[in-house]
């Protein structure tokens, strides 16, 4: 089992910064992939971005290109989201989950933190 603890949310104005930090716990060495997820209210659940655990390769959708990065830190387990440029947009509960192997579903997830932008 894996446990995930997502920290970092809260209330930032339109084009601030937040960083979010995902600790991982448990059987972390089964590690393929990490991401991070947001659902706003009426919406479906979207990827904003994924990080490979052995080789760092990352993916983002267009909608974050350019001011979402994503990161990790292997020896602390700890996935990262820093988000720059915020947009009213943004404003949804984000979640960080983890993959142990490339054609599997996100297996684990976190508990989720909210960000909201204001305009």
């Known amino acids: 089992q894996v446990q995930l603890v997502e920290s970092g949310g809260g209330l930032v104005q339109a084009g601030g910064s937040l960083r979010l930090s995902c600790a991982a716990s448990?059987?972390?060495?089964?590690?393929?992939?990490m991401g991070w997820f947001r659902q706003a209210p009426g919406k479906e659940r979207e990827l904003v971005a994924r990080i490979n655990w052995s080789d760092g390769n990352t993916y983002y959708p267009n909608s974050v290109t350019g001011r979402f990065t994503i990161s990790r830190n292997n020896a602390k387990n700890t996935v990262y989201l820093q988000m720059n440029s915020l947009k009213p947009e943004d404003t949804a509960v984000y979640y960080c989950?983890?993959?142990?192997?490339?054609?599997?579903?996100?297996?684990?997830w976190g508990q989720g933190t909210q960000v909201t932008v204001s305009s």
């Open positions: 448990g059987r972390t060495f089964s590690t393929y992939a």
């Open positions: 989950a983890l993959k142990t192997s490339r054609t599997s579903q996100y297996n684990y």
